[in-house]
């Protein structure tokens, strides 16, 4: 069974850091592009930043760049987001999704993700 399980949310103070991480099961992600995606109460679901399969190729929405950055892992972890200078705006559920095109162009399109995690929950207070 092919499963994403993210990790490494919490509750902070704006300023603050968090790395966020992604667990892969039942699949091997190493040639599929990953993104992360969050969203927040009462808003739809937004891209925050993807990575081609090779890590060379990164993306980010405007809102966080220079702020947060997504780097590939190993098999098990195929992807990680470290989050800095946390701003309260930045509250939301995160998920990662990978997209099992092989070798496929990035894409920010969250329909064009196939797996999905369950989403970790990130708090930010000003």
């Known amino acids: 069974q092919v499963q994403l399980v993210e990790s490494g949310g919490g509750s902070v103070q704006a300023g603050d850091s968090l790395r966020l991480s992604c667990a892969a099961t039942g699949r091997t992600f190493s040639r599929y592009n990953m993104g992360w995606f969050r969203q927040a109460p009462g808003k739809e679901r937004e891209f925050v930043a993807a990575?081609?399969?090779?890590?060379?190729?990164?993306y980010y929405a405007d809102s966080v760049k220079g702020r947060f950055t997504i780097s590939r892992g190993n098999a098990k972890n195929p992807v990680y987001l470290q989050m800095n200078s946390l701003k309260p705006e930045d509250t939301a559920v995160y998920f990662c999704?990978?997209?099992?095109?092989?070798?496929?162009?990035?894409?920010?399109?969250?329909?064009?993700?196939?797996?999905w995690g369950q989403g970790t929950q990130v708090t930010v207070s000003s």
């Open positions: 990575v081609s399969w090779t890590g060379h190729s990164t």
């Open positions: 999704a990978a997209d099992r095109n092989d070798m496929a162009a990035v894409t920010t399109a969250s329909h064009e993700y196939d797996y």
